[in-house]
């Protein structure tokens, strides 16, 4: 069955980058994303990639996909405290599935 | 657009009562999930339905659990009864095209809490 994994928690500081992993054991995805849950609210599709890239670029997301080590990854640069928020990956393999979600917290 | 819509926002209930929880997917949207999210289990798939007709229903819990989307605008996850561990935060989600292929639209849940 697949597998993600992601860490659990992320500690930056306002203005330095963040970067969320996310690894994998088996995907079948035309695409791969990440999404964002903020309190209270429904997750929101944040970004995602094209399984045959490898980097894709959207303004101070950049998103870095390794297919030969199954990893995928999130960078925000100049992070603010509204990026403050649970990320989810997310790819299809039989079903759409959710990696167990990174909280990002940004203090001052 | 109104985005996904989901009712209630909160719901308390005892346990053995019986709860609906309701979606509207967006508009032309031809595919509807529900998800269930808990602090142990992260986020669940229980069903998805794509043209109405429900394709994967291998996420649902039990028998006490059952969906319908009886047409392309509404479609409901029944708990009867509801149980203690049944508390979480439900999902719907919606999007144009079959699993993978168009990203998934999330209504902002239902959070139920049974006693």
């Known amino acids: 069955g697949e597998d993600v994994e992601q860490s659990l928690f992320l500690s930056v500081r306002e203005g330095d980058s963040s970067v969320i992993n996310c690894t994998y054991t088996d995907s079948s995805s035309t695409y791969l994303y990440w999404y964002k849950q903020e309190p209270g609210a429904g997750l929101q599709l944040l970004t995602y990639i094209f399984s045959n890239m490898d980097m894709k670029q959207d303004q101070r997301l950049t998103v870095l996909l390794n297919k030969k080590d199954k990893h995928l990854s999130l960078r925000i640069a100049d992070t603010q405290t509204g990026d403050s928020a649970i990320y989810f990956c997310a790819f299809t393999a039989s079903k759409l599935t959710f990696g167990t979600g990174t909280r990002l917290q940004v203090t001052l | ?109 239902t959070r139920l809490t049974v006693t």
């Open chain 2, 1 to 109: 657009d109104a985005g996904v819509i989901q009712s209630p926002r909160h719901e308390v209930t005892e346990m053995g009562q019986e709860v609906t929880l309701r979606c509207k997917p967006i508009s032309g949207h031809n595919s509807l999930f529900w998800y269930r999210q808990t602090m142990m289990r992260g986020l669940e798939l229980l069903i998805y339905f794509n043209n109405n007709v429900p394709i994967d229903d291998s996420g649902m819990p039990e028998d006490r659990f059952s969906a319908k989307m009886p047409n392309a605008s509404f479609s409901t996850l029944k708990i009867q009864p509801s149980e203690p561990r049944d508390s979480a935060v439900y999902f719907c989600a919606s999007s144009s095209w079959t699993v993978g292929d168009s990203p998934l639209h999330f209504g902002n849940g």
